[in-house]
C-alpha cells in the first residue's frame, strides 16, 4: 500500500489541476486543441488517480456514506450525471449541430462552404490520399469517424 501512498494523491491532484484548468478554458471557448487532448487523456488519469486513492481511503470514505449531507451532495452528483444522458430535441450546441449536418452532406456542399471550387477540393483530398467526387457523402469519405471528418474539414478550410 504504501508504494500505492506515493503516487495516488498527486496523481490526483496533478490531473485535477489538468482538468479544471482545461475545463475552464473548454467552458470559454479559449481553448486550444491540445487543451482538449490533455482533457480526455487526463480524465482517463484523474480516474486512476482516484480509485487509487478511493482504495487506500475507504475507510474514511465509507464514513462519509452515514452522513446524510454527504449522502445527498453524492447523491445529486449521480442523479446530474444520470440526467445528462437524457436526450434534449431540438437543443445542443450548435456547432455540434452544424458538424452533424456537415457529415450528413455530401462533399461538394462541403468544398463550397469553405470556399473553393469543387475541382480544387477534391484535388487537395485526393493529394491527402481521399478519393470522392461531388457525391460522395462525408460520412461515407470519413467512414464515419468524427476524428477524420474533423481532418478532412480542417484540410479543406486551411486552403
Not at 470556399?115 to 483530398?125: C, D, P
Request: aromatic share 8%.
Amino acid at each position: 500500500m504504501s508504494a500505492l501512498r506515493k503516487w495516488a494523491t498527486p496523481l490526483t491532484v496533478a490531473t485535477f489541476l489538468a482538468m479544471g484548468v482545461t475545463g475552464i478554458l473548454m467552458f470559454f471557448h479559449v481553448d486550444s486543441a491540445l487543451n482538449k487532448v490533455l482533457h480526455e487523456w487526463a480524465g482517463w488519469l484523474m480516474l486512476l488517480g482516484v480509485l487509487a486513492h478511493l482504495v487506500l481511503n475507504w475507510r474514511p470514505f465509507s464514513a462519509y456514506l452515514k452522513r446524510p449531507m454527504a449522502r445527498g451532495i453524492m447523491g445529486a452528483g449521480v442523479l446530474v450525471l444520470a440526467l445528462s444522458f437524457w436526450p434534449v430535441s431540438g437543443g445542443g450546441s450548435p456547432v455540434q449541430q452544424v458538424m452533424q449536418a456537415m457529415a450528413q452532406s455530401d462533399v461538394a456542399t462541403v468544398i463550397a462552404l469553405s470556399g473553393q471550387e469543387l475541382e480544387t477540393g477534391l484535388e487537395v483530398l485526393a493529394a491527402a490520399g481521399l478519393e470522392a467526387d461531388h457525391t460522395t457523402t462525408m460520412a461515407e469519405l470519413t467512414g464515419g469517424a468524427r476524428g477524420v471528418q474533423m481532418q478532412v474539414i480542417d484540410l479543406l478550410f486551411a486552403q
